[in-house]
């Protein structure tokens, strides 16, 4: 069978017209953002002359610029999807050059303004959330903060800084860059595209990156991904993009119990929290917390956390210590943890390591074999 080329004749205008195109999509329209470059095509529902001229006065930079600020575009695209929701929709282009070539890397149509709007405001709601404030943040990462936590994140970055109503991309590109870029870029497509997540993969991805914290004693860089995977979470969530069915309420005033939505989460969480506890009291009488190397690597699964809750109670006693309002709580939801259903090895890990990182929120006063109370 004979090989069959193709043609194709444009005429002069015709040829005109797209050049002006490319160059206008080139100048305005053309974002790099963590490590990934693309493009921002509007598709006009109602095509007019009106409607092109209201996205091109929106998006115009000032000719005198010599140089083009990306992060004021995105502002400037952000402000034109809540002012034309209904007139147009968006095309997502991601792209690599490489020499001559141009390969397209991912392709998303049919991105609503309104969905865009709705990703927008809600990163924003929650970057605002009191949970995520500098006063929460100074019991977990020290007086020095400043700020809430984007502002944490960007004081630590030189490169890829985020805004309040845009962290995802950045937060996910941090858990999922060194393991494949692929899946980064698939995940950010499937939110455009309002396609289900699924949770159990993403908390694959978050432990591995946690265990490796752990693992090589990084207690600051551990806490910062436990912040920035709970963030993922709740955005998810509100934005309802989780395939499985979870019990999450997730108000505007967040308190962490929102999220702990069965036994086996609290039961992992206030594990957690009680086993930090006894680390800190080893720190301040040895100067190291030996038990730091039982706890598997943060491999943990219900049978390891149940069999470790004794071992903290006899430590704890050691050292004439106790902490009866957590204790309660572990052992009474370990009795309502249906053995049946409990959870996988990474989200028991998960709500394990998130009650670790959290403790300070929660009262230190614990009780000595006197009955006493102290700090």
């Known amino acids: 069978m004979k090989s069959t080329t193709f043609s194709w004749k444009i005429c002069g205008n015709c040829a005109t017209y797209l050049e002006a195109g490319k160059r206008f999509i080139e100048k305005y329209l053309n974002f790099s953002e963590?490590?990934?470059?693309?493009?921002?095509?509007?598709?006009?529902?109602?095509?007019?002359?009106?409607?092109?001229?209201?996205?091109?006065?929106?998006?115009?930079?000032?000719?005198?610029e010599n140089s083009r600020d990306v992060y004021n575009l995105e502002e400037k695209l952000q402000f034109l999807i809540k002012n034309i929701k209904d007139i147009l929709e968006?095309?997502?282009?991601?792209?690599?050059?490489?020499?001559?070539?141009?390969?397209?890397?991912?392709y998303v149509e049919g991105v609503s303004p309104s969905w865009l709007n709705k990703l927008y405001s809600t990163?924003?709601?929650?970057?605002?959330?009191?949970?995520?404030?500098?006063?929460?943040?100074?019991?977990?990462?020290?007086?020095?903060?400043?700020?809430?936590?984007?502002?944490?994140?960007?004081?630590?970055?030189?490169?890829?800084?985020?805004?309040?109503?845009?962290?995802?991309?950045?937060?996910?590109?941090?858990?999922?860059?060194?393991?494949?870029?692929?899946?980064?870029?698939?995940?950010v497509v499937d939110v455009l595209s309002q396609k289900k997540l699924d949770y159990n993969f993403l908390l694959r991805?978050?432990?591995?990156?946690?265990?490796?914290?752990?693992?090589?004693?990084?207690?600051?860089?551990?806490?910062?991904?436990?912040?920035k995977s709970l963030m993922l979470i709740i955005l998810f969530?509100?934005?309802?993009?989780?395939?499985?069915?979870?019990?999450?309420?997730?108000?505007?005033?967040?308190?962490?119990?929102?999220?702990?939505?069965?036994?086996?989460?609290?039961s992992a969480f206030f594990m957690g929290i009680l086993t930090k506890k006894l680390m800190n009291i080893q720190y301040k009488k040895l100067n190291s917390s030996p038990f730091y190397n039982k706890l598997y690597d943060l491999n943990l699964d219900y049978k390891k956390l149940k069999k470790i809750y004794p071992?903290?109670?006899?430590?704890?006693?050691?050292?004439?210590?106790?902490y009866p309002d957590i204790e309660e709580r572990i052992s009474t939801n370990f009795l309502l943890a249906d053995e049946n259903s409990v959870l996988k090895k990474d989200e028991i890990?998960?709500?394990?390591?998130?009650?670790?990182?959290?403790?300070?929120?929660?009262?230190?006063?614990?009780?000595?074999n006197e009955g006493e109370l102290d700090e």
């Open 123 to 187: 990163q924003l709601n929650i970057s605002k959330f009191d949970f995520f404030d500098e006063d929460n943040l100074k019991k977990i990462f020290g007086d020095k903060v400043e700020g809430n936590f984007i502002s944490l994140i960007n004081n630590n970055e030189k490169y890829h800084l985020c805004s309040n109503n845009k962290w995802y991309q950045k937060f996910l590109r941090d858990f999922f860059n060194n393991f494949s870029k692929k899946i980064y870029l698939d995940l």
């Open 34 to 64: 963590y490590g990934t470059t693309y493009y921002i095509i509007p598709s006009f529902l109602i095509n007019t002359e009106e409607n092109f001229d209201k996205i091109y006065d929106f998006l115009i930079v000032d000719k005198k």
């Open 311 to 322: 071992q903290i109670i006899n430590k704890l006693r050691e050292y004439d210590a106790a």
């Open 205 to 227: 991805y978050f432990m591995k990156k946690i265990r490796s914290n752990f693992k090589n004693n990084e207690q600051y860089a551990l806490k910062i991904n436990v912040f």
């Open 90 to 106: 968006f095309k997502f282009l991601f792209y690599k050059k490489d020499k001559n070539a141009f390969n397209i890397l991912a």
């Open 349 to 368: 890990s998960y709500y394990f390591t998130l009650g670790f990182t959290l403790h300070n929120l929660f009262s230190n006063k614990k009780k000595n």
């Open 237 to 266: 969530s509100k934005l309802n993009l989780f395939r499985c069915e979870l019990n999450m309420e997730i108000n505007s005033d967040f308190k962490i119990e929102e999220i702990l939505d069965d036994p086996a989460k609290k």
